[in-house]
């Protein structure tokens, strides 16, 4: 079963509209993390923000925010006043125990952001 | 300079042929993996080492074998490579001081095509 879910793979808005992206995770685990990571045209990973399961609390960065609900098992990504340089691949990734005790990372598929000047 | 870094940054090779992915850091890590991205898929965790002397696999480790020469460098070698592992590669480590749930950090990726 996919561990996490970015339902939307592909996105275009408009430069300076705020854009949402969806993920969704599923784990057994009572402790774990939740991740967000940009991923430019150039290929490298940029880490974005870090959650614990324990900090329900919303998060604001500038024009980021996240919107944690464990209810619902979601971790969603907004940016508002979108700008050309958003267009990424945007990955969630959620990292638990797992049966060794290792923290892997487990990733979303992607979703592609595309913003149009 | 980065902290982690894979050579080569990209590589063409042939069915067949023998290949290795380096990877090199200096943050002092003691935990480092190695992924594959492909289009539509995300990153899958092909290898992952806590330590010099503790290798384990992955979900995706057939096809794949690995080093860890020091704690600073973890090799990816393709015994012979086939066109399905045509895949960007990345490198990552974390520091289980940190805490038990921590920040991997991500090589800039090597891009490999198999012919």
């Excluded at chain 1, 793979?9 to 402790?31: A, F, G, H, M, P």
């Excluded at chain 1, 290929?43 to 974005?48: A, M, T």
């Excluded at chain 2, 045509?86 to 800039?108: H, I, K, R």
Aim: hydrophobic letters at 30%.
């Amino acid at each position: 079963a996919q561990k996490v879910t970015q339902a939307q793979t592909e996105i275009s808005v408009v430069e300076k509209e705020d854009v949402t992206l969806d993920c969704v995770y599923e784990t057994r685990d009572t402790t774990y993390y939740l991740f967000w990571y940009k991923q430019p045209p150039s290929g490298e990973l940029v880490f974005l923000i870090r959650r614990n399961s324990f900090d329900e609390q919303n998060e604001i960065s500038g024009r980021y925010s996240w919107n944690f609900q464990k209810s619902t098992s979601s971790f969603n990504f907004t940016i508002t006043a979108s700008q050309v340089v958003d267009s990424a691949v945007y990955f969630c990734a959620l990292s638990e125990r797992g049966r060794a005790g290792a923290n892997n990372l487990f990733f979303g598929t992607g979703t592609r952001l595309t913003v149009i000047p | 300079d980065a902290d982690v870094t894979q050579t080569p940054r990209n590589r063409i090779t042939k069915t067949g042929k023998r290949i290795m992915l380096e990877c090199s850091q200096t943050k002092g890590h003691d935990r480092m993996y190695w992924y594959r991205q492909d289009p539509g898929l995300g990153l899958r965790l092909i290898y992952y080492s806590f330590d010099v002397k503790d290798i384990n696999k992955g979900e995706i480790s057939d096809g794949y074998s690995v080093s860890r020469q020091a704690q600073a460098k973890f090799s990816l070698s393709l015994e012979s490579a086939i066109p399905n592992q045509t895949a960007l590669y990345f490198c990552a480590t974390s520091d289980p001081g940190l805490g038990a749930y921590n920040e991997q950090f991500f090589g800039p990726g090597t891009r490999l095509t198999v012919l």
